[in-house]
Protein backbone atom coordinates (compact mmCIF):
# COMPACT_ATOMS: atom_id res chain seq x y z
CA UNK A 1 0.00 0.00 0.00
CA UNK A 2 1.28 3.39 -0.94
CA UNK A 3 0.41 6.87 -0.08
CA UNK A 4 0.79 10.16 -1.81
CA UNK A 5 3.08 12.15 0.20
CA UNK A 6 6.02 12.31 -1.94
CA UNK A 7 8.46 10.59 -4.51
CA UNK A 8 11.67 9.28 -3.33
CA UNK A 9 13.22 8.53 -7.23
CA UNK A 10 11.10 8.77 -10.11
CA UNK A 11 7.98 6.45 -9.78
CA UNK A 12 8.78 5.34 -6.50
CA UNK A 13 6.26 6.11 -3.49
CA UNK A 14 6.65 5.93 0.17
CA UNK A 15 4.41 3.33 1.53
CA UNK A 16 2.22 3.30 4.63
CA UNK A 17 4.07 0.81 7.04
CA UNK A 18 7.44 3.40 6.07
CA UNK A 19 5.70 6.46 7.15
CA UNK A 20 4.26 4.58 9.98
CA UNK A 21 7.70 3.12 11.35
CA UNK A 22 9.60 6.39 11.26
CA UNK A 23 6.58 8.29 12.16
CA UNK A 24 6.41 6.12 15.53
CA UNK A 25 10.18 5.48 16.07
CA UNK A 26 10.57 9.75 15.98
CA UNK A 27 7.29 10.15 18.55
CA UNK A 28 8.89 7.11 20.91
CA UNK A 29 12.19 9.28 20.80
CA UNK A 30 10.35 12.69 21.63
CA UNK A 31 8.69 11.38 24.06
CA UNK A 32 11.59 9.97 25.66
CA UNK A 33 13.37 13.30 25.14
CA UNK A 34 10.59 15.42 27.09
CA UNK A 35 10.94 13.44 30.25
CA UNK A 36 14.82 13.49 29.61
CA UNK A 37 14.43 17.51 29.55
CA UNK A 38 11.83 17.90 32.17
CA UNK A 39 13.14 15.62 35.10
CA UNK A 40 16.69 17.22 34.37
CA UNK A 41 15.03 20.55 34.68
CA UNK A 42 16.09 21.83 31.65
CA UNK A 43 12.28 22.24 30.59
CA UNK A 44 10.48 23.72 33.28
CA UNK A 45 7.16 22.98 31.96
CA UNK A 46 4.79 23.92 34.93
CA UNK A 47 6.77 22.95 37.40
CA UNK A 48 6.87 26.01 39.27
CA UNK A 49 2.45 25.78 40.09
CA UNK A 50 2.56 22.44 42.48
CA UNK A 51 -1.16 21.31 41.18
CA UNK A 52 0.53 20.29 37.19
CA UNK A 53 3.95 19.32 39.16
CA UNK A 54 1.42 16.90 40.83
CA UNK A 55 -0.08 15.74 38.07
CA UNK A 56 3.21 15.47 35.72
CA UNK A 57 4.50 13.40 37.97
CA UNK A 58 2.44 10.95 37.90
CA UNK A 59 3.51 10.16 33.95
CA UNK A 60 6.83 9.33 33.62
CA UNK A 61 6.35 5.30 34.10
CA UNK A 62 3.17 5.76 31.59
CA UNK A 63 4.98 7.69 29.20
CA UNK A 64 8.49 5.44 29.19
CA UNK A 65 6.12 2.02 28.41
CA UNK A 66 3.69 4.68 25.83
CA UNK A 67 7.45 5.40 24.15
CA UNK A 68 8.74 1.40 24.34
CA UNK A 69 5.04 0.92 22.71
CA UNK A 70 6.04 3.25 19.87
CA UNK A 71 9.45 2.46 19.07
CA UNK A 72 8.89 -1.07 19.45
CA UNK A 73 5.56 -0.28 16.88
CA UNK A 74 8.44 1.33 14.70
CA UNK A 75 10.52 -1.40 14.91
CA UNK A 76 7.78 -3.82 13.57
CA UNK A 77 7.11 -1.62 10.85
CA UNK A 78 10.52 -1.80 9.64
CA UNK A 79 11.01 -5.36 9.79
CA UNK A 80 7.63 -5.71 8.55
CA UNK A 81 6.60 -7.70 11.02
CA UNK A 82 2.56 -8.61 10.83
CA UNK A 83 2.17 -7.72 14.73
CA UNK A 84 3.13 -3.96 13.27
CA UNK A 85 -0.77 -2.87 12.78
CA UNK A 86 -1.29 -4.49 16.45
CA UNK A 87 0.99 -2.64 18.20
CA UNK A 88 0.22 -0.01 16.54
CA UNK A 89 -3.67 0.07 17.79
CA UNK A 90 -1.89 -0.32 21.55
CA UNK A 91 0.52 2.87 20.87
CA UNK A 92 -2.38 4.80 18.88
CA UNK A 93 -4.92 4.02 22.10
CA UNK A 94 -2.53 5.23 24.58
CA UNK A 95 -1.91 8.67 23.01
CA UNK A 96 -5.83 9.04 22.99
CA UNK A 97 -5.92 7.89 26.35
CA UNK A 98 -3.14 10.12 27.51
CA UNK A 99 -4.23 13.07 25.77
CA UNK A 100 -7.94 12.74 27.20
CA UNK A 101 -6.60 12.30 30.54
CA UNK A 102 -4.28 15.70 30.25
CA UNK A 103 -6.95 17.90 28.41
CA UNK A 104 -9.98 16.76 31.00
CA UNK A 105 -7.21 17.70 33.84
CA UNK A 106 -5.78 20.82 32.04
CA UNK A 107 -9.48 21.91 31.57
CA UNK A 108 -11.09 21.33 34.86
CA UNK A 109 -8.39 22.98 36.78
CA UNK A 110 -8.48 26.11 34.25
CA UNK A 111 -4.60 25.79 33.42
CA UNK A 112 -4.87 26.29 29.66
CA UNK A 113 -5.72 29.98 31.05
CA UNK A 114 -4.21 32.17 30.98
CA UNK A 115 -2.90 31.48 27.60
CA UNK A 116 0.73 31.48 28.52
CA UNK A 117 3.67 29.94 26.57
CA UNK A 118 3.42 26.64 29.02
CA UNK A 119 -0.68 26.71 28.41
CA UNK A 120 0.08 27.13 24.29
CA UNK A 121 2.56 24.38 24.37
CA UNK A 122 0.90 21.35 26.65
CA UNK A 123 -2.11 22.51 23.88
CA UNK A 124 0.35 21.82 21.37
CA UNK A 125 1.16 18.45 23.00
CA UNK A 126 -2.67 17.63 23.54
CA UNK A 127 -3.06 18.14 20.12
CA UNK A 128 -0.34 15.68 18.91
CA UNK A 129 -1.50 13.26 21.23
CA UNK A 130 -4.85 12.94 20.16
CA UNK A 131 -4.19 13.70 16.53
CA UNK A 132 -1.56 11.38 16.55
CA UNK A 133 -3.54 8.76 18.40
CA UNK A 134 -6.70 9.07 15.68
CA UNK A 135 -4.37 9.12 12.72
CA UNK A 136 -2.48 5.67 14.22
CA UNK A 137 -6.15 4.12 15.02
CA UNK A 138 -7.21 5.25 10.90
CA UNK A 139 -3.99 3.95 10.34
CA UNK A 140 -3.90 0.39 11.61
CA UNK A 141 -7.88 0.10 9.97
CA UNK A 142 -6.58 0.54 6.63
CA UNK A 143 -3.56 -1.75 7.48
CA UNK A 144 -5.73 -4.37 8.50
CA UNK A 145 -8.90 -3.76 6.00
CA UNK A 146 -6.58 -4.10 3.40
CA UNK A 147 -5.30 -7.75 3.94
Not at 110 to 116: E, N
Amino acid sequence: MTIGIGTLRQGERLDLRTVLAWTTLAAGGIVLLFWALYLSDAATLGQDDPLRATFEGAFPLADVIFAGALIATGVLFLRRHEAAPFLLVVSAAMSVYLGILDVTFYGQHGLYTPFTADAATELFINALCLGGGVFGLRAAWRLWSTR
